[in-house]
Nanobody
Framework: QVQLVESGGGSVQAGGSLRLSCAASGFTFSDYAIGWFRQAPGKERDFVASITRGGGITYYADSVKGRFTISRDNAKNTVYLQINSLKPDDTALYYC????????????????WGQGTQVTVSS
């Protein structure tokens, strides 16, 4: 059974940091690129960051570049998203997703999704 389980979300003040984790099981993790997306209430699910299968190349949305860092540990079947200098606009449900092909900014190209972890940033 394929599973992606996010964790690490929470409520923080602006300027704070969180480290999100995405633990994968039920498929060959190293064969998949991984992306993080986020969705605020009433808005579309937007691309945040992605990482190639080997972890050598990363991509970021302009809104998070310089503040967020995506990484992965294929030995642990886990992807991380370090988020720093949080802003109220970062408040959203954060999802990780797995893509059998290459990395993509389009949510429609991802094969598997987690249930999300909530990040709430207060000013």
């Amino acid at each position: 059974q394929v599973q992606l389980v996010e964790s690490g979300g929470g409520s923080v003040q602006a300027g704070g940091s969180l480290r999100l984790s995405c633990a994968a099981s039920g498929f060959t993790f190293s064969d998949y690129a991984i992306g993080w997306f986020r969705q605020a209430p009433g808005k579309e699910r937007d691309f945040v960051a992605s990482i190639t299968r080997g972890g050598g190349i990363t991509y970021y949305a302009d809104s998070v570049k310089g503040r967020f860092t995506i990484s992965r540990d294929n030995a642990k079947n886990t992807v991380y998203l370090q988020i720093n200098s949080l802003k109220p606009d970062d408040t959203a449900l954060y999802y990780c997703a797995a893509n059998r092909g290459s990395t993509s900014r389009s949510r429609y190209t991802y094969d598997y999704w987690g249930q999300g972890t909530q990040v709430t940033v207060s000013s």
